[in-house]
C-alpha cells in the first residue's frame, strides 16, 4: 500500500478501485480494523486534538476526503490519485457486501437513523445483510435483510 506523509499525517494514495480491494482484503483478514476519511477539518484539528491524533495513528486507512486537500497535495508536489470521501465509498461497500454476503452494522447519531438507513440500503441493495443497528444513546432493534 502506498502511505504518504501529508501536512500532519498520512494518506493512503488509493484509487476508489484499490480502497475496495484493499477494504476485502482487510475483511478476508477477520481482524479489527476501520477506515478514516480526512477532510480540511480534521487536518486543522490534527494539529491540537490528541484523541483525533490516536485515531488516525491507529487508522488501518487514510483516505483523502475533499477537493482541497488534493489541491493542498499537488502544491505540495504529492499528488494524490483520487478523492474518496466517505458518502462515495459507503453506497460502493454496501454495494460490495451484497454481492460478497458481507454483513454490515450502522451507527447514527439519532435514534432511528440508523435503522431507516438499513431499510433504505437493503431495498437498494438486494442480499445486503445489516446484522444490526445502533445510536448513540441506546442499541435500536436489529434489522437483518437477505
Keep these: 500500500m502506498a502511505r504518504m506523509k501529508f501536512m500532519n499525517t498520512e494518506i493512503d ?3 476508489m478501485v484499490e480502497t475496495l480491494e484493499e477494504i476485502e482484503r482487510i475483511i478476508k483478514k477477520n481482524e479489527c480494523a476501520y477506515v478514516v476519511t480526512p477532510n480540511v477539518d480534521h487536518i486543522v484539528q490534527l494539529e491540537t486534538n490528541k484523541e483525533l491524533q490516536d485515531v488516525y ?3 488501518t486507512l487514510i483516505l483523502t ?3 482541497p486537500l488534493l489541491w493542498i497535495a499537488k502544491w505540495y508536489k504529492t499528488p494524490k490519485k483520487e478523492k474518496i470521501s466517505g458518502s462515495d465509498l459507503f453506497p460502493l461497500l454496501c454495494k460490495l457486501s451484497a454481492k460478497r454476503g458481507y454483513k454490515m452494522y450502522f451507527l447514527g447519531a439519532a ?3 440508523a435503522a431507516k438507513a438499513a431499510e433504505n440500503l437493503c ?3 438486494p442480499g445486503l ?3 444490526g443497528t445502533y445510536h448513540f ?3 435500536e432493534i436489529s434489522l437483518r435483510c437477505y
Design 13 to 15: 494514495n488509493l484509487t
Design 57 to 59: 495513528a491507529n487508522a
Design 65 to 67: 476526503d475533499g477537493k
Design 111 to 113: 435514534e432511528g437513523v
Design 123 to 125: 431495498k437498494k441493495y
Design 129 to 131: 445483510q445489516v446484522v
Design 137 to 139: 444513546g441506546l442499541p
